[in-house]
């Protein structure tokens, strides 16, 4: 089952708009979970003690991953086999990964595949059908909350692909997946001094984006 979306921390201006409305966006539309990464079908070639290991890592952390890749710019068509990436390196290295540091190696793991995605993306200019909205055809949006929904994420994909990719994780972390300063220095490896800086320089940049797309405080999507 997915997990709902942490809530954003942020109650500023245009982030309010934007930020609170991306969490639910950027999560899975559908209450069934995302198929698992075809890595799990090595846990067979794993000792019983790391096939457990590495299902306790997919579980804990797939919904996670899978958000981070969305606000680090993998676009919804590829998400799923950019997660499976993810996880596949890690059943590779399971060895290598120190225990308690598995959502620490999963984010670094899953910033490069995004940071390789973004810019096949860049090279590949072609619109790729909107894939937000796929879930719960029972609730039957009309099509002027569908356009605003996609306006909004569109909007967002438009900021955090403007972020330095520093700052950008940060904000993911913090105002999307509500993450703390201290949680988010773990996975980075970076002191908490760091965090606070690149957290306040990516809400300056992120406002500085919104007021230039006209959101005001009180949208919403």
Not at 6 to 26: F, N, R
Not at 143 to 166: F, H, K, M, N, Y
Not at 169 to 198: C, D, K
Request: glycine share 8%; proline share 6%.
């Amino acid at each position: 089952m997915i997990n709902p979306p942490s809530p954003g921390h942020s109650s500023e201006g245009g982030m309010t708009a934007i930020a609170t409305a991306a969490a639910p966006l950027i999560a899975p539309a559908s209450a069934e979970a995302p198929a698992l990464p075809k890595s799990r079908e090595r846990e067979g070639a794993l000792s019983r003690a790391d096939a457990a290991r590495f299902r306790q890592m997919v579980d804990a952390n797939f919904d996670f991953i899978w958000r981070s890749l969305r606000g680090l710019g993998v676009r919804p068509g590829a998400i799923d086999d950019a997660a499976q990436q993810v996880f596949w390196t890690a059943s590779q290295k399971l060895s290598s990964v120190v225990v308690g540091s598995e959502r620490a190696f999963l984010f670094a793991t899953a910033r490069g595949i995004a940071a390789n995605a973004r810019r096949a993306q860049q090279r590949n200019r072609e619109l790729q059908g909107d894939e937000i909205l796929e879930g719960h055809p029972d609730r039957g949006p009309d099509p002027e909350q569908i356009a605003s929904t996609r306006e909004v994420r569109r909007i967002l994909d438009r900021i955090l692909d403007g972020l330095a990719e520093d700052v950008r994780e940060i904000f993911v972390l913090y105002e999307l997946e509500g993450q703390t300063s201290s949680e988010i220095s773990e996975i980075l490896g970076i002191p908490m001094g760091t965090v606070a800086s690149r957290l306040r320089r990516a809400r300056e940049e992120f406002q500085s984006a919104a007021r230039r797309h006209h959101v005001a405080p009180g949208d919403k999507p």
